[in-house]
Nanobody, 123 residues
Framework: QVQLVESGGGLVQAGGSLRLSCAAS????????MGWFRQALGKEREFVAA????????YGVDSVKGRFTMSRDNAKNTVYLQMNSLKPEDTAVYYC????????????????WGQGTQVTVSS
């Protein structure tokens, strides 16, 4: 079992920045691919970014490339999502997830989920 707890969400103006954190406990964190997803009100959950177990490889969707950076600290069992140049369309609940697959992008390939943290970007 893996327990995930997100933090760092909040209200920010357009153009601002936030850093989300996800603390993990349970199974060996450093063996898991970690991902971030988001779900806006009335929309489906969408993949945002993923990072390999070592942290050496990351992938993000086009809409966040150049603005969001995903990283991890295996010594602290924590993964981060640095979000810069935020836009109102980034408003959503952001979820951290863990997977045993190699860089998965589909929600059903992630076995473990956090409770989510709200990010609201005002225009």
């Amino acid at each position: 079992q893996v327990q995930l707890v997100e933090s760092g969400g909040g209200l920010v103006q357009a153009g601002g920045s936030l850093r989300l954190s996800c603390a993990a406990s349970g199974r060996t964190f450093s063996s898991l691919t970690m991902g971030w997803f988001r779900q806006a009100l009335g929309k489906e959950r969408e993949f945002v970014a993923a990072i390999s177990p070592s942290g050496g490889s990351t992938y993000g969707v086009d809409s966040v490339k150049g603005r969001f950076t995903m990283s991890r600290d295996n010594a602290k069992n924590t993964v981060y999502l640095q979000m810069n140049s935020l836009k109102p369309e980034d408003t959503a609940v952001y979820y951290c997830a863990a997977s045993s697959y190699v860089m998965p992008r589909k929600w059903d390939e992630y076995a473990y989920w956090g409770q989510g943290t709200q990010v609201t970007v005002s225009s």
